[in-house]
């Protein structure tokens, strides 16, 4: 594995390290995980339900969230202290792919492509439109790699689906991230289209030796593609593992929790004023934790 | 009851138009141009920043709230009383007409950029925010160019009504077509009142088409 000596994380710490963390939306327990760590380098895969909290991760891992208690540290911050003078700094290091990719569409791919520098290029002289030669050079590299050679100058609303997809993940490799969180980034693909755009940003992550985290309704492909599963189910975790030892016994468990749930929230909805019951509180659940 | 054919004798008095006037009313109305263009650009560029503090969407409410209060002030002080003003300030001539379009035009621009700016994808701002861009950074990335259809249509429809509003500013002596309107008006001359109407007519029709190819080219 590379190793970027360029930069200035100390690779010995994890690049995310969660402790104690609950999320509460209103009264709903989004999130509960006693701890989970990220190596520099691993690619890992957050397998579960719809609502199992695989986003609310990846938002609180960006920094989006706050988390209702417990501590977050992001490649030695926090990420969503905005007050803080790394703020900034730990944005740039950690590149969000989002399910809607989430492009300017009046802009061309090379423009969107660039936005991925403003981190790092002067910010007055941005304000004009102005970027450094070699970034340009270096957006138009990055848009060969994903293989969008010549398309550079069409608008991204010209753009299909699939090439959306490969311009968001050449815009997260413009940002030269340690860490790339991706949230369900090829659920708006056809299965096939999934694959392929699943293999290039593995295959672009694994060249630069970034850390990849990304979530997926797919087991099979994050078997294939993956050095480390993450099951959560109901916002607790279920499996913590290599993708070997992923079994069936472990997929139904991730997605059990889907059917207990929805099974439980019709019952709820009956008119019987219950609090929802969340992972902390379910005792099957609680016993698989690491 | 008699008020009918005597409108109608009155507009009989408009033809034949005195074409002698031509020279001085184009020169003029050319001059009304120039105070509509240079005012307009004047709001737009002090419009913008303006626009930004006032959308919610990106400036926080106590920065948003008192500007929107501003901007209310300003559209609420009619466009002849920016002109007086402007005229005893800086005196006669052009260029204080040119500062009471633009103060005019600002209360209206920026409302109307403050209300497009809110409709921009908030999904956009925070993908481009996320990239570790500043605050301007991500205005001018992320949400500018959502906007720009919708700017320059709002802007170049200002142009054409600060047109028509900068050839009534020569009554107050703020320079422009609007002195001669006063002149021939109050003097009867009203042949070369219809020149001046024609001129009007012919700048405001270039105006609006320009505005309509100007709107198509921008999406």
Redesign the interface.
Known sequence: MIVRLDSTFVHSQPVVRLEGIHVLFGRTLALDLETLEIEAGERVFILGHSGSGKTTLSRLI?G?LKPSTGDVQVLGGDPAARESRDH??I??????I?Q?F??????TAV?NVL??????VS?WK??FGWYPPKEWQKAEEILEEVGLEGLGDRRVETLSGGQRQRVVIA?ALM?EADLILADEPVSALDPELAEDALELLVECVARRGVTLLVNLHQPELARRFASRLVGLANGGLVYDGPPDGFTEDDAELVYRGYRKESARRRECDDGAEKSVETAASHPDLRLVRP | MSSGPRFAEFFTRLVPPDWSATQLVVHSAIETLMIALAGTALAVIVSLPLGFLAASNVSPPWVSQPTRLFLGLIRSIPLIIVALLCVSAVGLGPFPGMLAIAFHSVGMLSKFYAEEFETA?E??L?????????W??TL???LF??S??QVVAFSVYRLEMNFRDAAVLGLVGAGGIGYYIQLYVRGFQYEKVAVLLLVIIAVVTVLDQLSFWVRRWVR
């Open positions: 960006k989006r900034r700094t944005q740039r290091r950690v590149a969000m989002d809607e989430h492009l300017v569409p009046r802009l423009g936005h991925g520098c403003l981190g790092r910010p941005s304000l815009r940002q | 994808d999904g956009i925070s993908a481009v925010q996320g990239t570790g861009a500043t301007a950074q001018r990335y992320g160019p959502q720009v259809p």
